[in-house]
Each structure stands twice: as C-alpha cells, then as structure tokens.
C-alpha cells in the first residue's frame, strides 16, 4: 500500500486488463486452460510489475524508485508465492 504522487491507479487498472484480456485470447488459441501472464514496465520513475492469476484476478505492484529500486527476481519469488496463495483462496 502507499501513494502514487501523479499516478491515477484507477486508470493504470484498466489499461492493464486490456493487456491481460488480449493475452487470456493468446492462451486459448495455444489451448491453456491455466496460465500466469505478467506484464512488466521499468521505467525512469517507477517499476511496475502485474501478474494475472488464472485471467481472473490481477496483482499489481509498483515501486517508486525515488524511495528504492526494485530486482525482478525477489518481485517474482514473493509474487509467485502470492498467485499460490490467491489460486487457493479463490478455489475454497
């Protein structure tokens, strides 16, 4: 949680499930029934990291790189564990 100073969430959100939706098409032509996208932007400001579980549910995560930089690999290690968890959540 925190704040974005100039960041509209409410319209990143969106933009995002535009991208997901076109890759939920890519999944059933390739025949998968469950599949993780993730969209990643590192940009000069903020990282942005989105991951889409199952194309039901979206996390999204993003770092301000004026409080501190972000790697990849750890944001995918504890993003990893999260879908798990989520997937388990939204099966009970």
């Known amino acids: 949680s925190g704040s974005l100073p100039g960041v509209v969430v ?5 933009l995002l499930a535009t991208t997901f ?7 059933r032509q390739l025949q998968e029934q469950r ?16 991951f889409n579980i199952d ?7 993003i770092f301000d790189k004026r409080v501190q930089a972000s790697t990849l690999g750890t944001v995918w290690i ?13 099966q009970s």
Request: aromatic fraction near 10%.
């Open 55 to 61: 194309y039901r549910v979206s996390l999204i995560v």
């Open 78 to 90: 504890y993003a990893r564990r999260t879908m798990q968890q989520i997937r388990r959540i939204l």
């Open 10 to 14: 409410e319209l990143v959100a969106p």
């Open 21 to 27: 939706s076109a890759t939920g098409q890519l999944a």
């Open 35 to 50: 599949a993780n996208a993730a969209y990643v932007h590192e940009g000069e400001h903020y990282d942005l990291y989105a």
